[in-house]
T-cell receptor, first 108, second 114 residues
Framework: KNEVEQSPQNLTAQEGEFITINCSYS?????LHWLQQHPGGGIVSLFM???GKKKHGRLIATINIQEKHSSLHITASHPRDSAVYIC??????????FGTGTRLKVLA | GAGVSQSPRYKVTKRGQDVALRCDPI?????LYWYRQALGQGPEFLTY????????KSGLPNDRFSAERPEGSISTLTIQRTEQRDSAMYRC????????????FGQGTRLTVV
């Protein structure tokens, strides 16, 4: 079993829908990261959080440390949000442990 | 440069050849990581440098893989006697200090061994 599990693996939504991607982890962490991998291959960091909730534009990330669970929400989704969203945790000082990613496709 | 730069972006090599993949991190970033990503999978850790010191190489699959960062800046990942199973996207990332700071990823090198 992976130390970081994401669901769903694939997600297709209509433009405007509210989207939720889930991440569960089984190790002690110092931080959790949400990353976006573009179709061209580049990876961009969206959020780094260790507690509570963060918001950036239409993106919201939450984490529940007790339940070892995080969610990434996208409000008013748009086709340009189509990408692979990767959850990663840092456990200790440096090592990132990645989930397998959620492939999101938003249809116009 | 402004971001993490990797070269080459694409590399096709014949089985048995050696390849060297280069990573130029963001200036001033102490931590440098190499990852390998198979199609449809998340990145898998290969190795980590703190300045020039290779502090963790536990993810390197075998002794054909090696990495160095001699001056604490540019890093090279070398794969000797390449095999087809080595084909993957190789990613480099850097961060200011360790995993509790945001990591910035390069575009990756797509390696294909034929």
């Amino acid at each position: 079993k992976n130390e970081v599990e994401q669901s769903p693996q694939n997600l297709t939504a209509q433009e405007g829908e509210f989207i939720t991607i889930n991440c569960s982890y089984s190790v002690g962490i110092s931080a959790l990261h949400w990353l976006q991998q573009h179709p061209g291959g580049g990876i961009v960091s969206l959020f780094m959080l260790s507690s509570g909730k963060k918001k950036h534009g239409r993106l919201i990330a939450t984490i529940n440390i007790q339940e070892k669970h995080s969610s990434l929400h996208i409000t008013a989704s748009h086709p340009r949000d189509s990408a692979v969203y990767i959850c990663a945790v840092t456990s200790g000082t440096y090592k990132y442990i990645f989930g397998t990613g959620t492939r999101l496709k938003v249809l116009a | 440069g402004a971001g993490v730069s990797q070269s080459p972006r694409y590399k096709v090599t014949k089985r048995g050849q050696d390849v060297a993949l280069r990573c130029d991190p963001i200036s001033g970033h102490v931590s440098l990581y190499w990852y390998r990503q198979a199609l449809g999978q998340g990145p898998e850790f290969l190795t980590y440098f703190n300045y020039e010191a290779q502090q963790d190489k536990s993810g390197l699959p075998n002794d054909r893989f090696s990495a160095e960062r001699p001056e604490g800046s540019i890093s090279t990942l070398t794969i000797q006697r390449t095999e087809q199973r080595d084909s993957a996207m190789y990613r480099c990332a850097s961060s200011l200090v360790g995993g509790n700071t945001e990591a910035f990823f390069g575009q990756g090198t797509r390696l294909t061994v034929v």
